[in-house]
């Protein structure tokens, strides 16, 4: 620099001595070029400035990043101000970013600053109904949401995929989606001679893909008009209704309103981010009456499709199709009409999901079915339902489900005996003749939490006779005794070298108690702990050298620069041996986010499930050895991954009043912990009304077992949001279990 300080500064973040030049500079180019003096409408800071090292270079911390945010925002405001320009401001790339960044600390002083998240490849999980931001009010105290943007899209690339993916985007809730790819639109850009009055003159062409054409068909077909509801909220296919742009006098246009089916978002989705996630499609389609011309089909290009024999015939695959009336007086009314009433083929006609029983066995235990006819006009069948070799009551019975209907079925287990394991195969078959039989299989587990007082020692011999939750990684070697499952203490044989693991849950009046025997012969010597951290571990010193080269940091600055990666206390990035717990509890009025966008239904889109979660870590002996129980979640907290010279907020920290033992031997891990009833206090409030509770586990192992999850490909959960950290595989906290007596 101009000192003649050598700087070890391995990131794109400028010295804090230029920050009010680079206000500046924002100022002069927003007032230049901003809206409406020109064409820009939003300004952020960094691509994906991801902590550690993002894609564009980025490696400062987050305080850092907070400073040059500030300098842009002022920036911005100087130029709102004079010339008067309207151009927003916007965070970080993605969600994730956005929350650790701006807000880690429980106070929101950024949110003035927030008019838009902007978002990379998140698909339908969006923090749209995240409570603060949706309700935010701008200097006037108007109502100013802060706006969903997709700025960069790997998914919607393709002609095909344009109508249906940025139609659900619209659904969840974004206000701008189209964020495709560029090399998506544009072949590259060409020199070609032409022939002119002048003589031979060349030009330079870009030469569009099919692709961009399919764009323009979106913003013709939807552009501004905004998403009403889902037509079919408790059924397939995916049919979304757009009401039409106002009228001269600001009135909706009723006539103008447009339609998108889709038959299968699971083709540009993970099929198993979705409701209805196990329906099965073969050769589907919905066949529409359209005898009087009152409305038409519109193929991913915003042409006209001819309608044949009187009949719209939609193949429901991945692909979308719009649907418009003739612009007559009730012509929408007839198609949403016709919508309703059409002939759905190729598709399951239920979907059937299991919760588990809680009770044990032969103490008036019930398997739970939630049957859903999933089209649009009743099916009758036959339900049939085996659970190993135990007896169930009404096994064998005929029903009708109205359209779109969920029928609750609870059947009593008559006879059989407990399973060492804890677990039950279950066959569910619905047969509905014509319509085609439905079979769902699933080991079903007694979801009971015992009520014992054990000692905290990692030994789990007191932990004999509980019933275990196992959890495992697909196609890995399982126990070879299921007696293992009665004997906790027990390491587990060599043939189980990872992906295996069996929890047990307790209760007392003082503690919830959390036990777990883990396949593990990857020993990781321990994580660092978070309590009173040296998070200066993890940037440069003051003094570095390199190639025999004294570096110094100027003095007065703070050294925000990465100089490693950071290890988060989630365990999984990178991954430690660790094991996360979670605690579904709060009712929907109390959570912080929507249970589902406005005009959708449950499970469509993504929002967190787990109110309570905590990490129970081994700490490494250069770290002072021992446990940690660090509190990654709690109600009031700020969503945050608890990143070095991340901003503290006051509900930060480890869990003191709680107990945590972690021993093994050279192929089985043991964890076990007691969190004391008031760091969970609503939690404690289930148990005290007779309600239930959901919860899971999470068990992470530094030799990457894969996503090993309680809840994961269960029937009644989906993958969405639970355990930190966001970018990992992680399976919704829907798990229910009882307290036992």
């Not at 994906?48 to 500030?70: F, K, L, N, S, V």
């Not at 935010?136 to 919607?156: L, Q």
């Amino acid at each position: 620099d101009a000192a003649g300080n050598v700087l070890p500064i391995m990131d794109n973040a400028w010295l804090p001595k230029y920050d009010d030049g680079f206000q500046e500079y924002v100022r002069k180019i927003v007032a230049e070029f901003g809206w409406p003096n020109g064409p820009v409408v939003g300004v952020k800071l960094y691509n994906e400035p991801w902590e550690g090292g993002g894609i564009d270079g980025w490696g400062a911390d987050i305080p850092r990043y907070q400073q040059m945010y500030t300098a842009m925002a002022k920036g911005v405001e100087q130029a709102r101000r004079e010339p008067k320009v309207d151009v927003l401001l916007g965070g970080c790339d993605s969600t994730s970013n956005t929350f650790d960044k701006l807000f880690p600390t429980g106070d929101e002083p950024f949110l003035k600053w927030l008019d838009f998240t902007s978002m990379h490849y998140q698909g339908m999980n969006t923090p749209a109904g995240y409570k603060p931001w949706r309700n935010r009010k701008d200097a006037s105290g108007k109502p100013a949401p802060v706006r969903m943007w997709d700025t960069e899209s790997w998914v919607a690339n393709s002609d095909e995929r344009i109508v249906a993916v940025l139609s659900a985007y619209c659904s969840v809730g974004y206000e701008r989606v189209v964020g495709t790819f560029a090399d998506g639109f544009i072949a590259g850009v060409e020199t070609i001679k032409i022939r002119t009055e002048k003589g031979t003159e060349e030009l330079f062409i870009k030469r569009p893909w099919s692709v961009g054409a399919a764009v323009a068909g979106f913003s013709a077909m939807i552009g501004d008009r905004p998403f009403k509801e889902l037509l079919f909220k408790n059924g397939l296919p995916w049919v979304m209704v757009f009401e039409g742009l106002p009228d001269a006098k600001g009135n909706t246009s009723v006539e103008d309103g447009t339609i998108v089916v889709v038959g299968d978002l699971g083709m540009a989705f993970n099929k198993d981010t979705l409701p209805f996630r196990t329906v099965k499609r073969k050769d589907a389609r919905m066949i529409i009456a359209a005898t009087d011309e009152a409305f038409q089909l519109y193929d991913s290009y915003a042409n006209p499709v001819p309608t044949k024999d009187g009949k719209i015939t939609l193949p429901l695959d991945g692909s979308g199709y719009y649907l418009r009336g003739n612009g007559k007086p009730g012509s929408f009314a007839k198609l949403i009409e016709a919508i309703k009433v059409s002939t759905i083929e190729g598709i399951d006609p239920v979907e059937i999901k299991a919760r588990d029983m809680l009770q044990p066995i032969n103490q008036n235990a019930k398997l739970r079915l939630s049957i859903t006819n999933v089209l649009n006009r009743p099916v009758k069948g036959t339900l049939n339902v085996e659970i190993g070799s135990l007896v169930v009551a009404e096994s064998r019975q005929d029903l009708t489900i109205q359209a779109n209907e969920t029928r609750e079925i609870e059947l009593p287990i008559t006879g059989g005996n407990a399973s060492p394991d804890n677990t039950y195969p279950l066959k569910a078959t619905f047969n509905a003749d014509r319509d085609g039989a439905v079979t769902l299989e699933e080991s079903m587990r007694v979801n009971l939490i015992a009520r014992r007082t054990p000692a905290i020692d990692g030994k789990l011999d007191d932990w004999a006779g509980a019933l275990g939750q196992t959890v495992k990684v697909d196609g890995v070697a399982t126990p070879t005794t299921e007696e293992r499952a009665w004997r906790p203490w027990e390491k587990f044989d060599t043939k189980t070298v990872r992906g295996f693991a069996v929890g047990y849950l307790g209760y007392d009046d003082k503690n919830f108690y959390f036990a777990a025997k883990i396949a593990d012969r990857t020993a990781h010597p321990g994580m660092h702990r978070m309590e009173n951290a040296n998070d200066d571990e993890w940037f440069y010193p003051a003094v570095v050298y390199r190639d025999g080269k004294e570096m110094r940091w100027p003095e007065g600055v703070p050294r925000y620069s990465y100089a490693k990666q950071p290890e988060l206390p989630a365990g999984n990035f990178p991954n430690r041996d660790n094991v996360l717990i979670g605690f579904n509890v709060l009712s929907e009025a109390e959570k912080t986010y929507l249970p589902f966008m406005p005009g959708t239904r449950p499970d469509y889109g993504s929002v967190p499930t787990n109110d309570y979660e905590y990490a129970l870590n081994p700490i490494a002996e250069r770290y002072g050895g021992g446990t940690e129980i660090w509190r990654m979640r709690t109600p009031g907290m700020p969503e945050k991954n608890f990143y070095p010279h991340q901003p503290k907020g006051p509900l930060d920290g480890a869990v003191k009043a709680g107990q945590l033992a972690i021993t093994r031997d050279d192929q089985t891990r043991f964890v076990e912990c007691a969190i004391p009833w008031s760091e969970i206090p609503h939690a404690k409030r289930a148990l005290d009304e007779g309600k239930t509770i959901k919860f899971s586990f999470r068990v992470n192992d530094d030799a990457g077992a894969g996503s090993m999850e309680l809840s994961r490909n269960r029937s009644v959960a989906k993958r969405g949001e639970s355990f930190g950290v966001a970018w990992s595989e992680h399976w919704t906290n829907e798990v229910e279990f009882a307290f036992g007596k």
